[in-house]
């Protein structure tokens, strides 16, 4: 039977593994849309902030000190009287989470991140994917990248699958890691990048997509 729903296409990934390449290589292929940037910027004008208020805040859960100074509007040597009351991390993801819906509801896309498997599991057009590679790969790109030491990079994806394991236990239950989440899991690190994007666009005409 042929879908009448828009494609969606969740990519959820590790850093370091080309989450962001493949996307929108993806997107151009498909000539679809490419959904990163513009949740940021609808979920920040729905919630009346900055955008620079919302990236801070991405797939991260805040250790107890920083939502103690969120809360309490307290900087960490002076205190800062608040003249509003920030969102809390679970309005930011539940605006997150309406805004990406509305978008795959709306046109074909490939979206970034922030839960996308979980929050549209019901979507009946869905192709979700979770990219991953080892450590010397992800951390020889992240040194590219950022310029970094490898000591530094290692610190950083380190931090970032902690933080992005964390926000997706928080707020869905579900391990972020697991294979089982998703349609395809690819080690990007040893089908390579390019190829990664051809494995999927081979996998979407398997599925008749």
């Known amino acids: 039977m042929k879908q009448t729903k828009p494609l969606v296409i969740t990519i959820n990934r590790q850093l370091g593994c080309g989450g ?38 991405e797939e991260k859960v805040p250790s107890f000190w920083d939502s103690l100074f969120r809360s309490q509007g307290y900087a960490t040597d002076v205190y800062v009287p608040q003249k509003f009351f920030p969102p809390t991390d679970r309005e930011v993801f539940d605006t997150q989470a309406e805004v990406i819906k509305h978008i795959a509801n709306e046109k074909s896309t490939v979206i970034i991140g922030r839960c996308g498997f979980y929050l549209l599991r019901k979507h009946p057009n869905l192709v979700t994917i979770f990219l991953h590679a080892d450590l010397d790969f992800r951390s020889s790109r992240i040194q590219d990248t950022y310029d970094l030491t490898p000591e530094d990079a290692l610190k950083m994806i380190t931090q970032n699958d902690k933080g992005r394991n964390a926000y997706c236990k928080t707020f869905t239950g ?22 990664a994007v051809e494995l999927i666009i ?6 008749g997509q």
């Open 20 to 57: 962001a390449f493949i996307g929108q290589q993806l997107a151009k292929r498909l000539n679809i849309f490419y959904a990163d940037r513009e949740i940021i910027r609808n979920a920040a004008e729905k919630l009346s902030v900055l955008e620079e208020d919302i990236d801070s805040r």
């Open 174 to 195: 579900k391990d972020w890691s697991d294979a089982r989440n998703y349609d395809l899991s690819i080690d990007t690190g040893r089908i390579g990048i390019e190829k």
């Open 202 to 207: 081979n996998y979407l005409k398997i599925k």
